[in-house]
């Protein structure tokens, strides 16, 4: 978001399961996209996820997670429809000879899920209006699992994107030691709970402005996704408003969390 332009502050307090977050934020006066709320949000949910690993070192476990180890960049990260959006802009705006390459690396990921017979299950996430319950998708996420696939971002086991990646993909922590991740099914992990799941908020966030259902699009379909509607989906609203609509996802998310 662009400083010079008017902003409006609020100091927010948002009750979550693991400690009260308060933050001062500012968005645009101005009329703004739906992913221009993208970093405030991650922002928010990242400060939530500090405080569950304040919580959880105060307590005498030691997070495991360092830089340089991506087990868990071989899981099936599930993206929002406004990170789609704003991973295909990120695509779109790099160097051709790099997108040319991250775009084959897709390429042969979507090669990999459809010769495993994944393909239909993850497109329907992508593009149906059916996503299926958790017990559902549990045998899709393994079978996902299962093929040690790296991420189409990941170079040299390090996430070329790591600024701009995916909410669901900076929510994963564990206290457990780093060997075990290397077969995080058979193994038995000791993950910290993420206590506000953004991408889950920024997919109810993209319901309650454009309809439809709480998506998460698997990654190597998310730029496909983005491609096929983004001209569709290009209205914008004042900044007050989308943080008020962006709050009050939020505050449903924690209400179905709490006890
Ligand atoms: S986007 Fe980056 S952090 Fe997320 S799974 Fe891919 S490589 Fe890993």
């Known amino acids: 978001m662009e400083s010079s ?4 502050s609020y100091n927010l307090n948002i009750q979550t399961p693991v400690g009260d977050l308060r933050a001062s934020v500012a968005v645009p006066t101005g009329f703004i996209p739906i992913t221009d709320i993208i970093p405030l949000m991650r922002s928010l949910g990242e400060q939530a996820h500090q405080l569950a690993t304040d919580n959880t070192t105060q307590a005498g476990d030691t997070i495991s ?14 993206v929002s429809p406004p990170e789609a959006m ?14 040319e390459r991250l775009l084959e690396r ?29 017990e559902e998708l549990e045998p899709l996420n393994r079978a996902y699992y299962a ?16 600024e701009q990646r995916p909410s669901a993909c900076r929510e994963l922590l564990v206290t457990s030691p780093a060997e075990l991740c290397q077969d995080l099914i058979q193994n038995p992990i ?32 998310a730029l496909d996704w983005a491609t096929v509607y983004k001209s569709q989906y290009t209205r914008t609203w004042s900044g007050p408003e989308l943080l008020s609509r962006a709050l009050d996802a939020a505050a449903e998310y924690l209400q179905r969390q709490s006890p």
């Not at 997670?65 to 599930?78: F, L």
């Not at 704003?86 to 997108?99: N, Q, R």
């Open 106 to 134: 897709f390429q042969a990921a979507q090669r990999t899920l459809r010769n495993a017979g994944l393909e239909d299950g993850l497109k329907r996430l992508a593009f149906s209006e059916d996503q299926g319950t958790d």
């Open 190 to 221: 000791q993950l910290i709970p993420s206590p506000f799941r953004i991408g889950t908020v920024l997919s109810k966030l993209w319901r309650d402005c454009y309809q439809g259902p709480v998506r998460l699009i698997p990654l190597p379909y």
């Open 65 to 78: 997670c360092r830089k340089g180890c991506a087990a868990c960049c071989r899981m099936m990260i599930p």
């Open 147 to 162: 093929l040690q696939m790296p991420c189409p971002f990941l170079e040299d086991e390090i996430c070329s994107i790591y």
């Open 86 to 99: 704003a991973l295909l802009a990120v695509v779109e705006a790099l160097p051709s000879a790099k997108k």
């Open 5 to 8: 332009t008017p902003h409006e």
